[in-house]
């Protein structure tokens, strides 16, 4: 992920979980986390605890999320310039600085200015950061599921009439190829529960339409025709076709590294295992088979499938 899709994520996560955006740029987000995203991003587990024993008004943290490091750094070193060539000697400055010192000479030394604002924690958001997995993972949690409805282009004149909608299942698999190397891809399927229909790429379908989670007025949901496990039946049959249609070279390639391997690690234990004391051979006959494991699960050819998220989509007409 780049620094702009970086930006574009945190924003719709911010707007979803309701939080408070004090100061917003193409570069950073100043924002006061609501109750669940304070919950979800700060580890205060104890705090929370409290908070719901006593039932108490909860006070969550503000942050400071930089989502382009680089740019949101030479802007402040900007700003910084401009304040350090502007000098200003206001009525206010002095009255601070008077009362400093009154308190300086009363309770000794204080740190900082009275005007000086909370320290507001920064996190530096990039691919790889650990705040920033913390918010995939709330995300993928609170967001693994959903149940939305299409929004008609336009409101019927007639106030009688009743427009049909389908529900379809949307699921987005993600396949993983690995060996020693390892290679992704992501596969969305729609499945009309109406009619068992299966069509790919449904997410570039959802974009065309406009979706809410509310009822619209006058519509009828049609009736499913199949239940939910047919339906994730059809997409496990539609996604092993697709894949039986690869090239798997790469797989071919990948044993023959495997066996190289187990080649060699055999040449260098069998040896030693034949001229080992006894009471040493258990100790490294175990240490064998053991890299022998290690081995086959870094060189072995797998396919793997799991669902990323899914949801229920109510689409107009009858599919």
Excluded at 88 to 93: F, G, L, M, R, Y
Excluded at 209 to 237: C, M
Excluded at 248 to 276: D, M, T, V
Aim: hydrophobic share 35%; with cysteine.
């Amino acid at each position: 992920m780049n620094e702009k899709q970086v930006h574009k994520f945190v924003n719709r996560y911010l707007e979803a979980t309701e939080c408070s955006i004090l100061e917003k740029s193409p570069s950073h987000f100043t924002v006061k986390l609501s109750p669940l995203a304070d919950r979800e991003l700060t580890n205060r587990p104890y705090y929370w605890s409290f908070v719901d024993r006593v039932n108490a008004e909860p006070e969550t943290m503000t942050f400071l999320f930089v989502t382009d490091k680089n740019k949101y750094d030479a802007a402040e070193e900007t700003k910084k310039a401009e304040a350090a060539a502007i000098q200003q000697n206001t009525a206010e400055d002095a009255q601070n600085a008077a009362a400093n010192a009154a308190l300086g000479r009363s309770l000794g030394f204080v740190h900082g200015n009275l005007a000086a604002p909370a320290r507001v924690p920064r996190e530096d958001l990039f691919f790889g950061a650990r705040k920033l997995d913390m918010l995939f993972d709330a995300a993928k949690s609170k967001g693994s599921f959903v149940y939305l409805f299409q929004e008609p282009d336009k409101r019927s004149s007639n106030p009688f009439s009743s427009t049909p909608y389908t529900a379809w299942l949307g699921v987005n698999m993600r396949v993983e190829f690995a060996c020693d190397r390892k290679r992704e891809e992501i596969h969305c399927f729609g499945i009309s529960l109406a009619t068992g229909q299966c069509v790919e790429q449904f997410y570039d379908r959802l974009l065309t339409h406009k979706l809410s989670p509310r009822l619209p007025a006058n519509i009828h949901i049609t009736k499913n025709g199949i239940t939910f496990n047919k339906a994730l039946g059809i997409v496990e049959q539609a996604l092993e076709r697709k894949l039986r249609t690869y090239d798997y070279g790469w797989a071919e390639s990948a044993s023959a590294r495997l066996k190289e391997e187990l080649e060699r690690i055999s040449g260098y234990y069998e040896p030693l295992i034949h001229n080992a004391l006894e009471d040493n051979k258990p100790a490294i006959e175990e240490q064998f088979e053991q890299r022998k494991s290690e081995i086959k699960w870094q060189y072995e050819p797998r396919v793997t499938a799991s669902a990323i998220n899914c949801g229920i989509f109510h689409l107009e007409g009858i599919d």
